[in-house]
């Protein structure tokens, strides 16, 4: 565990000498460039072998919830498969569907009614953003293991990608994520649709945020549409796995 804390502790220290206005100001940072690069082998490696599979991130009580959590990221989306963001956020995502597909037995359309209906978690854990600052909040939702039941994978299925309604940078490129099945099955690996009570707020992601607690916030996705079961990046927007691992040269793997 101390390398995972050396870690953060390293991130945190990174994080308080250099003025930030977001994420970008990091990706244009080679030395934070260079100190998630070196990390990733070593902390993945070290995580695998000295924890649990299953080992929980630490959770807090209600009393410790953190009175302020910022945004990070996007704080809204435009069009989500075709469909304007905001005439689904203005309907309270009515007709919002989940869709599942890729290297799956039988791909999915889910609504919200469907994700809530199913069981849920709920847990109270700690947001590490790699901008320097950390956060308590309360998160409610399906657990992505359930949904990856549902839908069967196939053999040839590595990894998870979460494909978003928002776009990002300059370029407005889309935004994405990845974790590979460990952490797909992982029991704190959850959808929210809640936070700290009530229905995930737009800046936030709304309707759907991918939690995983035990890596940093850049993996966290928000705006959830789709999830795509792969056997590999290679075909997918700059191959590496993720927004900023393509187009900031973050490491694909962020544990903490």
Same mark, same amino acid.
């Given at each position: 565990? !101390?390398?995972?804390?050396?870690?953060?502790?390293?991130?945190?220290?990174?994080?308080?000498?250099?003025?930030? !206005?977001?994420?970008?100001?990091?990706?244009?940072?080679e030395r934070v460039r260079n100190v998630?690069?070196?990390?990733?082998?070593?902390?993945?490696?070290?995580?695998?072998?000295?924890?649990?599979?299953?080992?929980l991130a630490r959770e807090f009580t209600?009393?410790? %919830?953190?009175?302020?959590?910022?945004?990070?990221?996007?704080?809204?989306?435009?069009?989500?498969?075709?469909?304007?963001?905001?005439?689904?956020?203005?309907?309270?995502?009515?007709? @919002?569907?989940?869709?599942?597909?890729?290297?799956?037995?039988?791909?999915?359309?889910?609504?919200?009614?469907?994700?809530? /209906?199913?069981?849920?978690?709920?847990?109270?854990?700690?947001?590490?953003?790699?901008?320097?600052?950390?956060? %308590?909040?309360?998160?409610?939702?399906?657990?992505?293991?359930?949904?990856?039941?549902?839908?069967?994978?196939?053999?040839? /299925?590595?990894?998870?990608?979460?494909?978003?309604?928002?776009?990002?940078?300059?370029?407005?490129?889309?935004?994405? =994520?990845?974790?590979?099945? %460990?952490? !797909? @099955?992982?029991?704190?690996?959850?959808?929210?649709?809640?936070?700290?009570?009530?229905?995930?707020?737009?800046?936030?992601?709304?309707?759907?945020?991918?939690? %995983? =607690?035990?890596?940093?916030?850049?993996?966290?996705?928000?705006?959830v549409m789709r999830l795509e079961a792969? =056997?590999?990046?290679?075909?997918?927007?700059?191959?590496?796995?993720?927004?900023?691992?393509?187009?900031?040269?973050? /490491?694909?793997? !962020?544990?903490?």
């Open positions: 565990m !101390a390398i995972m804390t050396n870690r953060r502790k390293l991130l945190a220290g990174l994080g308080s000498s250099v003025l930030l !206005a977001g994420c970008d100001s990091w990706s244009r940072s998630l690069a070196s990390a990733e082998g070593l902390t993945m490696r070290a995580q695998r072998l000295i924890t649990d599979r299953e080992a209600l009393a410790e %919830i953190s009175p302020r959590f910022r945004a990070n990221g996007s704080r809204t989306a435009e069009t989500a498969q075709g469909r304007d963001y905001q005439e689904m956020l203005a309907n309270n995502f009515a007709d @919002f569907r989940l869709q599942v597909d890729g290297l799956v037995q039988r791909p999915l359309s889910l609504s919200l009614a469907d994700l809530r /209906a199913m069981p849920s978690r709920t847990q109270i854990t700690r947001h590490d953003c790699v901008e320097g600052w950390s956060a %308590i909040g309360q998160w409610r939702g399906t657990p992505l293991s359930r949904i990856l039941d549902l839908a069967g994978l196939r053999d040839n /299925a590595n990894y998870i990608v979460f494909h978003c309604a928002d776009t990002y940078g300059a370029q407005n490129r889309p935004y994405y =994520e990845s974790i590979d099945l %460990i952490d !797909a @099955f992982h029991p704190q690996t959850i959808l929210a649709y809640d936070m700290n009570g009530d229905v995930l707020p737009e800046a936030h992601g709304a309707p759907l945020r991918a939690r %995983i =607690e035990r890596q940093l916030g850049y993996k966290h996705a928000k705006f792969v =056997e590999s990046f290679d075909d997918i927007y700059g191959g590496k796995g993720g927004y900023w691992e393509d187009v900031g040269g973050y /490491a694909w793997y !962020a544990g903490i």
